[in-house]
């Protein structure tokens, strides 16, 4: 199952670029991804251009402590968690913030908010 459009790979990859070029870039969210009832959340700003199954974002395993990270996204496929046993791309996400306006709000609720 992939869990990233070809656009959000796209979209992804640039904003890694343009992160690489410019410190002070703060991207919003290209893609959530979720475990359908379960907490775990990840919200994905860029895909690293060497290794593309390497994503960055806000990551919130439902422990209370939502923090900015990298993820393999193989291991995010591979994940049976939940009834569904699979993580899904929530495809109606449309990012209202910058990563680090969703990092602030969550770290102060301990979890995503979206």
Not at 34 to 41: E, F, G, K, N, V
Not at 61 to 88: H, Q
């Amino acid at each position: 199952m992939e869990l990233l459009t070809p656009s959000d790979r796209e979209q992804l990859l640039a904003n890694a670029v343009r992160s690489r070029s410019d410190p002070d870039y703060d991207p919003m969210p290209v893609v959530k991804l979720h475990i359908p009832y379960h907490p775990a959340i990840w919200l994905l700003t860029e895909l690293d251009p060497r290794e593309p199954h390497i994503a960055y974002g806000l990551c919130d395993l439902g422990l209370g402590f939502p923090e900015i990270g990298s993820v393999d996204l193989r291991e995010l496929t591979a994940l049976r968690v939940g009834p569904t046993n699979l993580v899904k791309r929530d495809a109606r996400f449309q990012a209202t913030k910058t990563l680090r306006a969703y990092a602030e709000e969550a770290r102060a609720a301990g979890r995503i908010l979206v």
